[in-house]
């Protein structure tokens, strides 16, 4: 259902783009009053958003350690998965967001008559989520040419990078094909493992769908339905748009408009929703805090004023059991009354 | 509680209809209510311990009174859920943890067979991602516009009384052992979760007995077990007549002593009951061989600290007499024994809570010269980075066929594991003093696997969840048992010498557990002593 319900909301958002964009003096709203409008809520969201997490302090030092602390010098202190210094912590946040380190660790565990618990190394979702995200970022990247003019030489070998296989006219990019395909991937992976589906919601589902429709719509762009779309046109609407000075020409067709206005809804949707763990996952305090919490102390910025009961109370309400015992005491026992 | 024999619970979690096994439910999760019944929850907190914590300064512990889970009403307070949501909105602007987490989860599914209570029980909702989606679906309701736009199609609902008697059940089907913030790809650590829910569950009067009650003890008699101070004095006693009979040499000790050098804090549980005893004893071995100038506290008679299960002020204040006894009695720093929770207190909470503690000097160990950089600022040194500084320095003279009865093994506890990165010391020790082998790679170290009875679980009214929570641990030993032929679990925390001793009783019958020291102990050669054959070290019956 959950599923299904996502694949509606994004043929409901074709329709509104398809149809709306064949009336007259609508291209302007789809080609440049929703993109700055969505490009807009996405910036102003997601500094609002990383404000709003940067407004909680964080009150304890809480990295998880993944690995020997720091501690005696004969003991190898693994500086990766137990980082103590800020160019540990770098390293350990690199390479999590540049590689997905924890992913990689994944394992899965199964249930075997005896018991037997069993655990095997799975990197299965670790290479879906590479292959998306990379793919993702690659074309993002390539994107960069339709707002820049001159076009920067360095994107022109990132697309030859990209197209390198020459597969195809024109060339397909292994970006394109890995966006397709990383979206089905993660797509039946909710479906198919089944605590994965048990989990999901239409939150999970919809972007996945919302991707790979905006991945497909832009590939027919390039590959199949060139010569309904006037890609001369099309750059001076995203150069203008960047200069603050759009211009939408006759003929730039529908197909273009579907593409752009599904990726203003992701832009306008991204932060309000799980996507936000691109920005999240570096303010992730398990992650990004030095493990020397004995070696330097961590302040609290709200730590409250709370006081331990005190030794005074504690010997008061055991002071004879302790004279008695022969344990040291601050007051001496007061003299019995009748004597 | 009856516990299922032990055939029956090992068809249970393999055949049972579980989520773990295959079965997957037919009902979204949300539309599943909690059914409490006698064996599936711990009992609820006594009034007049929940009275007497709420009369302490500094803590909130309102609507004391008898309650029944299973019952239908219970007795919530007027406003009851303004207090939750208001506890929330407060939480989310203290703790970063707390709003990072609520927003970013993906629901990946990485951390799902990483619980042991998962693994061992099936229960879709003690899956990490479904634990905290307990308390994140409140979230999304009354915090994030996308919830309050769309609601239940945005994974948003309602908090009422439902929602409150899961979070309940769950919250304390997790032992904050935080195995699965290894796997997360944002380190979204559900320890963080469950202590929210836990403090939230608190301002309505929703507790359970064995963590109030250890928590109000600690507070009045300095440690959990409730040991007043002649007792308390008494029970080290013991063993100091036990460790002479033994070896020959009495350990010189005190207490409450100004002046002494160290302060040594321990887990009361230590010198109240097997196997914690021997684990006592070779502290007092130890100690005695190097020649230590230390001093035990009646006051600060707990190393551990119900709070951290309980609420961040509780947990202040009990772990504030720490620092407050050290400074009373002038010592230059303190030494902490063999716990795990008390590890984390002490590593990432302590300094921050009660510190700075610049009354205390850079411990330095007397016996070695060495300085503990790690622990500059908090001043507090774990027995084990001790013990192997010594053992390296060659301080202690060991035999090591002294343990020879001993096949060992070694499980990390979550919390010096996952909270601190003590994973080799302790290693480095064993190598020295025992014949041990290593557990299955995927169950220890950072990814060790929880007792299953830790943060105030361990009590006896839950006894088959304790059992199906520990599977994975015992499970892994039951490896090395029947591979290796282990027969001691050995280990440096104090819940596990209490629970893993029931968890080897009931699947691997035949290995026993100890604490670390108690094998130091074993191997160590003391001067002047005059020491038989011990045929099974300091647990001998002479």
Redesign the interface.
């Known amino acids: 259902m959950k599923y299904a ?1 996502s694949f509606l909301a994004v043929i409901a958002l074709i329709l509104i783009a398809w149809l709306g964009s064949q009336i007259p003096g609508m291209p302007y709203l789809f080609g440049v009053a929703l993109p700055y409008l969505a490009m807009m809520i996405f910036l102003g969201g997601c500094v609002y ?1 990383v404000v ?21 010098d ?3 202190h ?1 500086r990766l ?2 980082p103590s210094t800020n160019a540990e912590v770098v390293a350990r946040m690199f390479l ?1 967001i540049v590689t ?1 380190r ?2 990689f ?5 199964e ?7 069993t ?1 095997e190394s799975s990197k299965w ?1 670790w290479v879906f ?1 590479l292959i998306f995200h990379y793919s993702f970022l690659s074309i993002v990247v390539r994107h960069m040419r339709l707002f820049l003019d001159p076009v920067p030489a360095w994107i022109g070998w990132w697309e030859f990078i990209d197209g390198i296989f020459e597969v195809g006219a024109p060339g397909w990019y292994i970006s394109d094909v890995g966006l397709v395909v990383g979206c089905l991937l993660l797509f039946s992976r909710r479906l198919i ?12 589902y919809f972007p996945l769908v919302l991707i790979f429709t905006i991945a497909v719509t832009g590939i027919l762009m390039r590959y199949v339905l060139r010569t309904d779309i006037d890609i001369v046109n099309i750059k001076h609407l995203t150069v203008g748009l960047v200069s603050l000075s759009p211009t939408i020409g006759a003929k730039i067709g529908s197909i273009f408009f579907i593409h752009v206005f599904l990726v203003c809804v992701l832009l306008a949707y991204f932060p ?3 996507l ?2 691109f920005a ?2 570096f ?5 990004n805090l030095k ?10 910025p ?10 005074a109370g ?2 008061d ?2 002071r004879e ?2 004279v ?5 005491v601050e007051k001496e026992l007061s003299p019995a009354k009748d004597e | 509680m009856a516990v299922p024999k032990l055939q029956q619970l ?1 068809k249970s ?2 055949q049972g209809p579980s ?4 079965a ?2 037919t009902r979204d ?1 949300m539309d599943i209510p909690v059914v409490f019944k006698s064996g599936n929850y711990a009992y609820p907190a006594k009034k007049e311990k929940v009275e007497y914590l709420n009369k ?4 909130h512990f309102p609507n004391a009174r008898e309650w029944s889970p299973e019952d239908e009403d219970w007795k919530l307070p007027e406003g009851w859920q303004e207090i939750i949501l208001k506890g929330l909105k407060e939480r ?10 609520m ?8 951390c ?3 619980c042991h209570f998962f ?1 061992g029980t099936g229960d ?1 909702k003690n ?1 990490p ?2 634990r905290a ?1 307990l308390l994140r679906s409140v979230y999304r309701n009354d915090f ?3 919830g309050k736009i769309l609601g239940k ?3 948003a609902r309602e908090m009422t009384v439902a929602v409150l008697k899961e979070w309940f059940m769950y919250s304390y089907q997790c032992t904050e052992c ?1 195995r699965c ?9 559900t320890a ?1 979760i469950t202590m929210m829910l836990r403090e939230l569950l608190h301002l309505v009067g929703v507790g359970i007995n064995w963590i109030l009650e250890p928590a109000s003890n600690s ?4 440690n959990h077990m409730g040991l ?3 007792t308390f ?2 029970n080290v006693e013991f063993l100091v007549d036990d460790v002479e009979n033994l070896t020959g040499v009495k350990p010189n000790i005190s ?4 002046g002494a050098e160290i302060l040594f804090i321990t887990p009361s549980a230590d010198v109240f009951a097997e196997p914690g005893l021997y684990t006592a004893m070779g502290y007092l071995i130890l100690f005695e061989a190097i020649g230590l100038d230390y001093t035990w506290s ?2 600060a008679s707990e190393g551990g600290n119900f709070g951290l299960f309980t609420n ?2 509780t947990m ?3 772990n ?2 720490m620092y ?2 050290a400074k ?1 009695l002038g010592v230059k720093y303190i030494i902490g024994g063999e716990c795990g929770h008390m590890w984390r207190v ?4 302590m ?3 009660n ?2 503690a610049d009354f205390l000097e850079i411990p330095k160990s007397p016996i070695t010269g ?1 300085v ?7 001043k ?1 040194v774990h027995i084990s ?1 001790f013990t ?2 010594l053992i ?1 320095n060659g301080k202690i003279k060991l035999d090591k066929s002294r343990n020879s009865h001993v096949k060992a093994t070694f499980h990390d506890s979550c919390n010096t ?9 302790p290693r ?1 020790i064993l190598d020295h003093v025992v014949d041990w082998v290593e557990m ?1 790679e ?2 220890i ?2 990814q060790t696997f929880c007792c299953g009875s830790g943060t105030g679980l361990n009590t006896d009214e839950i006894m088959e969840l304790r059992m199906r929570s520990g ?2 641990r015992a ?1 892994a030993v039951k490896y090395v048992h029947e591979k290796h032929g282990v027969n001691m679990l050995s280990t440096v925390c104090a819940i596990d010498r209490a629970t893993l001793t029931s968890l080897m009783n009931y699947w691997n019958p035949g290995v026993g557990v100890c604490g670390l020291s108690e094998l130091v102990a074993n191997a160590i050669v003391q001067e002047g002593e005059t020491r038989g054959e011990l045929d099974e070290g300091l647990r001998t019956m002479l």
Not at chain 2, 103 to 110: E, H, P
Request: glycine share 6%; proline share 7%; net charge positive.
């Open positions: 319900f958003k709003q997490w940067a407004k909680s302090p964080v009150p304890f030092p809480i990295q998880t350690t993944c690995g020997q602390g720091k501690s005696l004969f003991i190898k693994d998965e137990a999590e997905f924890s992913l660790r994944n394992t899965k565990s249930i075997h008559d005896g018991p037997q618990i655990y979702l989520a493992t089944r605590h994965v589906r048990y989990i999901s919601l239409m939150n999970d309000f929703s799980k936000m763990h999240g996952v303010l992730s305090p398990t992650r493990n020397n919490s004995r070696a330097v102390r961590h302040e609290n709200w730590n409250p004023r709370i006081l331990p009961h005190s030794y504690y010997e309400e055991f059991f302790m008695d015992a022969g344990i040291p | 090992s979690v393999v989520l773990a096994t295959g997957i439910p999760w302490q300064s500094g803590l989310l602007e203290k703790f970063r943890s707390l709003k990072i987490f927003d970013c989860c993906v629901r990946c599914g990485a799902a067979d990483k693994l879709p899956m991602v479904l989606e994030t516009l996308a199609m945005a994974g935080r913030s290894v796997f997360c790809p944002y380190g979204i650590d963080e507070n009045r008699t300095g007043q101070p002649h004095k008494d207490f409450n002593r100004k009646t006051y961040n002020e202040k204040k009990l504030a007499k407050a006894e009373r002490v590593h990432q909470y300094d921050t809570m510190g700075p060495t503990f950089d790690n622990a500059a600022s908090t507090m980075e192997a500084d390296k594991a996952r909270a601190m990165g003590l994973l080799e010391e480095y299955p995927n169950t170290r950072e599977l994975p499970n």
